[in-house]
């Protein structure tokens, strides 16, 4: 499902009804006064929580970006913190859109605030009793930035704020595939002995015969979540597939880097507060997609990483 087409082949046109025709003809009429999206343009959104310690390097890899950056809008939404990561941003913004050389300025640059006042601390925030109601905060973090600061943009990025690295190039690459919803593999580093990497993100993945058949004997409003090896849930996660699958769907996606068509967002599709097929936040933002019709894939060897916490 993409965006809405303006041009038909003849052999399309012959098969239109007479009201179909007429309402192109009236959209053809209103083309000039019509605000279509900024083309190639995206908006980079990321919601903070006592991310300060992150923003130097969150915006060393913005900055390494091969994109330009009148083509790149970024919005940050502040919850629930107790550090200066609102003000790092308001210095990052006087910095970028005021101090510095007017080709380092973005199309925009949106601060917001909103507090969900969910105080877990942070050698909580894994443990898995916590998990249903900490997504479902995400899930509303995530829904207030992007119905606040999507404009005209084409494109949409959730970006994670503690991100180590990822290729300059990754705007470019991922848009090249063409997906409506597209992920790479979050991997963090960890040493057994060397330096080794393993992965981060397992809210990306795709259901199995296994997964399914153990979906089918839950209740409508159980939760799942991944990651946990007391209760396993049999999906694919993206470093289990083989090096020729380069590009595979995905019923599941997580939030680290995760690039999407802003059409998806305009037509409805945001992350679930409520359960939808087990899931809420990013992985029922998957679902969700998936069940509107939309492309979700993911990158299993297309590799970013993520820090260790």
Not at 38 to 57: E, H
Not at 88 to 107: H, M, N, S, T, W
Not at 186 to 211: H, K, V
């Amino acid at each position: 499902m993409g965006p809405v087409r303006s041009t038909w082949s003849k052999s399309e046109l012959d098969t239109f009804s007479d009201e179909s025709r007429k309402i192109l003809q009236n959209n053809k009429d209103l083309a000039e006064q019509t605000i279509d999206p900024d083309n190639d343009s995206i908006l980079i959104l990321t919601p903070m929580k006592n991310s300060a310690g992150y923003i130097p390097k969150y915006f060393e890899l913005i900055d390494s970006l091969a994109y330009p950056h009148d083509k790149l809008s970024l919005a940050f939404l502040v919850s629930d913190s107790t550090d200066d990561t609102q003000q790092r941003l308001i210095d990052a913004k006087r910095r970028y859109q005021e101090l510095g050389p007017v080709e380092k300025r973005f199309k925009r640059f949106d601060i917001y605030r909103q507090d969900f006042f969910n105080a877990l601390p942070q050698e909580k925030r894994h443990l898995r009793e916590n998990q249903r109601n900490r997504r479902i905060i995400m899930a509303r973090a995530r829904n207030y930035l992007w119905t606040r600061a999507l404009e005209d943009e084409q494109w949409v990025a959730w970006i994670d704020s503690d991100l180590t690295s990822y290729p300059p190039t990754i705007m470019r690459d991922l848009m090249a595939y063409d997906k409506d919803v597209i992920v790479p593999n979050c991997m963090f580093p960890f040493r057994n002995g060397n330096l080794n990497y393993r992965i981060y993100d397992f809210n990306a993945w795709q259901e199995t015969p296994e997964s399914l058949a153990m979906i089918a004997k839950l209740k409508e409003d159980d939760f799942l979540v991944e990651g946990y090896s007391s209760h396993p849930t049999h999906r694919k996660h993206l470093d289990k597939f083989d090096k020729n699958e380069t590009l595979v769907p995905l019923d599941g996606v997580g939030g680290t880097f995760t690039l999407v068509k802003a059409h998806v967002h305009r037509s409805g599709v945001g992350f679930p507060t409520w359960i939808f097929q087990h899931q809420v936040e990013t992985e029922g933002f998957g679902k969700l997609a998936n069940a509107n019709g939309f492309s979700v894939f993911g990158l299993p060897h297309y590799n970013i990483h993520h820090v260790n916490n």
